[in-house]
């Protein structure tokens, strides 16, 4: 099958961090705009950040900027949102998606991607 793989969600402490993998199976992630994103319970959906397939500066959400590190490894066909200093408002369902355009607009309704994961739960809480 076709699709992406979120992993490392998890239970941590507010200032603590996380290191989120998104990992392409059946595809190689090498030609793809990358994108993450997050939903919490009864909210819209977040765009957080985008990194481009020919590894240009990426984007970030004022939400998380300063905070958060988007990277990829094409070797391990995976990419990755290194949360740093999460806060509880960070928790939510996190996804990443694979799209054939760059990251301008990444986060806009009208970007229509090709691939999405199905998610993994971080949530902050002492």
């Known amino acids: 099958q076709l699709q992406l793989v979120e992993s490392g969600g998890g239970l941590v402490q507010p200032g603590g961090s996380l290191r989120l993998s998104c990992t392409a199976s059946?595809?190689?992630?090498?030609?793809?705009?990358i994108g993450w994103f997050r939903r919490a319970p009864g909210k819209e959906r977040e765009g957080l950040s985008c990194i481009n397939s020919s590894g240009g500066r990426p984007y970030y959400a004022d939400s998380v900027k300063g905070r958060f590190t988007i990277s990829r490894d094409n070797s391990e066909n995976t990419v990755y949102l290194q949360m740093n200093s999460l806060k509880p408002e960070d928790t939510a369902v996190y996804y990443c998606?694979?799209?054939?355009?760059?990251?301008?607009?990444?986060?806009?309704?009208?970007?229509?991607?090709?691939?999405w994961g199905q998610g993994t739960q971080v949530t902050v809480s002492s």
């Open positions: 998606a694979a799209g054939y355009y760059s990251c301008t607009g990444y986060g806009s309704p009208e970007y229509e991607y090709d691939y």
């Open positions: 059946g595809f190689t992630l090498d030609y793809y705009t």
